[in-house]
């Protein structure tokens, strides 16, 4: 004899199986949600941590710019004061050269035969304006102070014959360029 199961045991199992599946798949969902909120809920701690990381880095940039801003101003001061000090020291090294210029200058003058009437300088120049008892003597005069060790050259600017209480006299005009340094 022949025996027929009527009962839908093909179906029951699809249908298991098919539960299964939801199951599965439902169950695969819940657990990706749930990394996606963990993953988010991670990346948002780690952004919070960097934007309180980037605030107390600009708080310290600002500080560091201040204390920067005031070395500065210090280096600027100081750099300042410096010059200061080498223009005096320059002024103190050079407050006796023209002095001493002139002085040696007068050593130079002939005592009964030149007299100097005036003297000017203006930067490295000279101008020595004087009479001379004649033209060997203003000659002779020019060529010492050529030989002399700080000018540089010496040029006459003018000669002529002057009377002065009824004696002829050469007055003269040089002019002189100084060696640098001094």
Same mark, same amino acid.
């Not at 988010?40 to 204390?67: F, P, R, V, W, Y």
């Not at 004061?81 to 020291?89: H, N, P, S, W, Y």
């Not at 008892?133 to 002529?160: G, H, T, W």
């Given at each position: 004899?022949?025996?027929?199961?009527?009962?839908?045991?093909?179906?029951?199992?699809?249908?298991?199986?098919?539960?299964?599946?939801?199951?599965?798949?439902?169950?695969?969902?819940?657990?990706?949600?749930?990394?996606?909120?963990?993953?988010?809920?991670?990346?948002?701690?780690?952004?919070?941590?960097?934007?309180?990381?980037?605030?107390?880095?600009?708080?310290?940039?600002?500080?560091?710019?201040?204390?920067?801003?005031?070395?500065?101003?210090?280096?600027?001061?100081?750099?300042?004061?410096?010059?200061?000090?080498?223009?005096?020291?320059?002024?103190?090294?050079?407050?006796?050269?023209?002095?001493?210029?002139?002085?040696?200058?007068?050593? %130079? @003058?002939? !005592? *009964?035969?030149?007299?100097?009437?005036? /003297? =000017?300088?203006?930067?490295? &120049?000279? #101008?020595?304006?004087?009479?001379?008892?004649?033209?060997?003597?203003?000659?002779?005069?020019?060529?010492?102070?050529?030989?002399?060790?700080?000018?540089?050259?010496?040029? %006459? @600017?003018? !000669? *002529?014959?002057?009377?002065?209480?009824? /004696? =002829?006299?050469?007055?003269? &005009?040089? #002019?002189?360029?100084?060696?640098?340094?001094?």
């Amino acid at each position: 004899m022949i025996k027929i199961n009527l009962l839908p045991y093909r179906e029951k199992a699809k249908k298991d199986t098919f539960l299964r599946q939801v199951f599965i798949v439902a169950g695969s969902f819940i657990i990706f949600l749930l990394l996606l909120v963990w993953v988010h809920i991670g990346i948002s701690s780690s952004i919070s941590n960097l934007e309180t990381q980037i605030k107390e880095s600009e708080s310290l940039l600002a500080d560091l710019d201040k204390k920067i801003g005031d070395l500065e101003k210090y280096k600027k001061d100081k750099k300042e004061l410096e010059d200061k000090l080498g223009v005096i020291a320059t002024l103190e090294e050079n407050r006796l050269a023209p002095v001493r210029t002139l002085d040696n200058l007068a050593l %130079l @003058v002939p !005592a *009964k035969d030149i007299w100097l009437t005036k /003297i =000017t300088q203006k930067g490295s &120049n000279i #101008s020595i304006q004087g009479i001379g008892r004649d033209n060997i003597v203003v000659a002779d005069f020019m060529k010492r102070i050529e030989q002399y060790e700080p000018i540089k050259s010496v040029d %006459l @600017v003018s !000669a *002529k014959k002057t009377e002065i209480s009824g /004696i =002829t006299l050469q007055e003269f &005009n040089f #002019s002189c360029v100084l060696k640098k340094g001094f």
